[in-house]
């Protein structure tokens, strides 16, 4: 099932991709729009070794940054659709064993974001694709496993137009994602990104 989702929302960005560049060159009612923003990121992970069993843990990075680009098209006198990629700095460390770290590191992907427009204020619904890298690595004799996975992410954003081309941006995204630790007892769930950030706007 999930890999039937992940196919349909390819699916979905490839023609969001296509309809942007075609749209871009016919000059249609749209704003091309870049952005930065500070990201907060919280784990939730499960411990499981021969002493203890399913105690969930929480771990996150209060601060980092994330990158995000799109293209706003307005398809009514109130609706919106923003399609926007993004590269967010995770940098958690989800667990420790002496020199062995389990770390959500990074994420990159895409979102589909249908949304409401009331003067300057923008509301949206988010849902789309990000490609999840996380790592063990044994920080004393510098071995590392890899590994880099899909996961939906679903949220909402909240867009305030100050003037014509800036605007203030808050988003909350959260993604089950399942990974097990090679060094570590614990097995990533979960986890969820916070951002605020401020977007410029290109006619």
């Known amino acids: 099932m999930e890999f039937k989702i992940q196919n349909l929302f390819s699916f979905i960005f490839l023609f969001a991709c296509t309809y942007t560049i075609h749209s871009q060159e016919l000059e249609s009612n ?105 790592f063990d690595k044994d920080e004393e004799f510098g071995n590392q496993v890899d590994r880099f996975d899909q996961a939906v992410f679903f949220g909402s954003t909240y867009d305030y137009r100050f003037n014509k081309n800036m605007s203030i941006q808050i988003c909350y995204l959260h993604a089950k994602f399942n990974s097990i630790s090679h060094y570590t007892p614990n097995e990533l769930k979960q986890f969820s990104v916070l951002s605020i950030g401020i977007n410029y706007h290109f006619k």
């Not at 203890?52 to 919106?80: A, K, M, R």
């Open 30 to 134: 749209n704003t091309f729009h870049i952005g930065l923003c500070g990201v907060s990121t919280f784990t939730t992970s499960e411990i499981n070794d021969g002493n203890v069993n399913g105690i969930d843990t929480i771990s996150y990075n209060p601060l980092d940054i994330g990158i995000y680009c799109g293209n706003e098209f307005i398809l009514g006198e109130q609706l919106i659709l923003d399609l926007e990629f993004f590269y967010l700095n995770n940098k958690v460390e989800i667990s420790r064993s002496g020199s062995q770290r389990f770390e959500l590191h990074q994420n990159i992907g895409c979102l589909v974001k249908p949304g409401l427009v009331f003067s300057d204020h923008r509301f949206f619904l988010d849902i789309g694709i990000t490609a999840v890298y996380i």
